[in-house]
């Protein structure tokens, strides 16, 4: 049996990783963790070297490619750029909500050498029984508390709705909270909040659903129509279509409150959304003045129902499978070299790849054209509408790549006429 204990009065090289969750935290939140680690290297009377701190602020830690602190600091110990002894953060939460951070761990042990250990437990050695113990409890604790806490949380809405408060979170387009402030042993607080009609908004919505049931567009039309139209209050352009199907097919509008319609949970480092059991659904009638009405709704439902059928349809026949266990996070498949990396010059948008349809040629081939375009640009929310084919795009890439890695092996490539 290996065994392994950590000299911990070696002169170890360590990074240090900060994490707060949410910009409604307390914003020295990581300075003050910075400064706990110190002081408890200080009081033990270490000789360790802090040679760079990694920090993300406002950053989840159910996930992982989503920080781009945590992100550096791995690539950065894996391509050797720098080789510490010793991460430290302040506990095991800072680095990771995640069922994998056992593993990460592990892999960070084994493959780089680089042990990870917290401030709260006094820099306990992983290496020992006691501290491999620690480190299952710390991945125990790191996703359970956040499990708890949800369920807390949920309790607390669920609550408030039933009272008819509103539960948190934005207003729905249309409306404003009206606050309503209670005083407690001297010091006035927001006792809860109720959604009133926001009266620079309220026409809109309603020229919003009598648009969409007159003419039966999606999203993507009607938030074009929209975005080029004075009508549209100026504080929502460039409205999106994601945020139009939102809004036509949220009950709040007629007055009903719905929540609780989905469950949400992070697989695979991907958010996945499920629908609940409309037994665990809970239905708010009359929660707030509405600002259309009943059957103006179910009009616009009827007919985004049908669209959404076909579609479902057309998705079902290209994917049938007779597989009964659901996969929650499959992925996608992608089909062009450059997919998810071009970017719209005017406003910072993906460009997306989109195809002409399949047409034969006069030599009796059958050929499509594929380009990159905004993806804002259908909806009206950028003005770039320029098309740049995927084909030139790729080979300019792959060529610029070659002549700037490869010098050589770039020349001869640009010679023989090929990307």
């Known amino acids: 049996m290996l065994k392994h204990c950590l000299d911990f009065m070696r002169a170890f090289v360590c990074v240090v990783y900060l994490r707060m969750s949410s910009d ?35 950053k989840t830690g159910r996930t992982i490619r989503n920080r781009p602190g945590y992100m550096q600091m791995m690539q950065d110990i894996k391509t050797g750029v720098i080789q510490p002894d010793l991460i430290l953060v302040d506990t095991a939460e800072r680095l990771g909500r995640v069922n994998e951070l056992s ?17 709260d437990s006094d820099f306990a050695d992983p290496n020992t029984p006691g501290g491999r ?13 956040g499990r708890i806490l949800a369920h807390n949380v949920v309790r607390g809405k669920k609550d408030a709705a039933r009272l ?28 809860y909040s109720f959604l ?22 999606g999203g993507t039309r009607l938030a074009k129509f929209f975005n080029s139209h004075e009508v549209t209050p100026k504080e929502l352009i460039p409205l999106s279509p994601a945020t139009i199907s939102y809004m036509l097919q949220n009950e709040i509008y007629y007055g009903e409150y719905v ?45 985004r129902e049908m669209r959404s059928e076909r579609v479902a349809a057309a998705f079902a026949a290209r994917n049938s499978t007779d597989k009964l266990l659901k996969i929650l996070a499959p992925g996608a498949t992608i089909n062009y070299l450059l997919s998810g990396l071009v970017f719209c010059p005017d406003c910072d948008r993906r460009m997306r790849a989109t195809s002409t349809g399949v047409y034969t040629n006069k030599a009796g081939r059958s050929k499509r054209y594929t ?23 790729r080979g300019v890439v792959v060529e610029t790549l070659l002549r700037r890695l490869l010098p050589g092996l770039g020349e001869i490539s640009s010679g023989n006429g090929r990307a």
């Open 164 to 191: 008819k408060h509103w539960p948190g979170g934005k207003a729905p387009i249309g409306y404003r909270l009206e606050l309503v402030i209670r005083t407690d042993h001297g010091r006035s607080e927001v006792d």
């Open 196 to 217: 009133v009609p926001n009266a620079a908004i309220r026409g809109f919505i309603n020229l919003l659903f009598e648009k969409a049931a007159a003419t039966a567009w």
């Open 259 to 303: 929540w609780n319609k989905h469950s949400t949970g992070i697989v695979a480092d991907v958010r996945v959304v499920e629908p609940n059991a409309e037994e665990d659904v809970l239905r708010i009638p009359e929660f707030c003045e509405p600002l259309v009405s009943r059957a103006l709704w179910e009009e616009v439902r009827r007919l």
């Open 103 to 119: 593993a990460i761990r592990d892999d960070l042990r084994d493959r780089y050498g680089v042990l990870v250990l917290t401030a």
């Open 24 to 58: 409604l935290q307390n914003k020295r939140s990581p300075d003050q963790q910075y400064q706990e680690i110190v002081t408890r290297i200080e009081r033990k009377g270490y000789p360790w070297v802090i040679v760079k701190v990694y920090r993300d602020d406002a």
């Open 133 to 145: 113990a620690l480190g299952m409890v710390e991945t125990m604790r790191s996703t359970e508390h």
């Open 371 to 393: 380009n990159y375009v905004c993806s804002g640009f259908s909806a009206g929310q950028c003005v770039n509408g320029v098309k740049i084919p995927e084909k030139w795009l």
